[in-house]
């Protein structure tokens, strides 16, 4: 089986969905709070922390913003 290489870009995002899921976690909070937050369904919250849907920059922000601190990978 080959090895997959990922992008820098790649990288970040995985570090970051990782980092969301911790965060709902910790701060007890559900992807459904998040999802209304973000102005996108449960299922897309989701799909994005499964890396399936890439976040857009307005919604790095927005999730930065809803857990009142900064990512930091």
């Known amino acids: 089986m080959a090895k997959v290489q990922l992008t820098q870009t790649q990288k970040k995002l995985r570090q970051f969905s990782i980092w969301v899921s911790g965060s709902l976690h ?3 909070q559900t992807q459904e709070e998040l999802a209304r937050y ?3 369904d449960r299922s897309g919250v ?3 922390i499964s890396g399936d849907t890439p976040w ?3 919604e790095f922000f927005q999730v ?3 857990f009142g601190e900064e990512f930091r990978a």
């Open 26 to 28: 910790a701060n007890k």
């Open 38 to 40: 973000i102005n996108v």
């Open 46 to 48: 989701t799909r994005r």
């Open 64 to 66: 930065e913003e809803f």
């Open 56 to 58: 857009t920059l307005e």
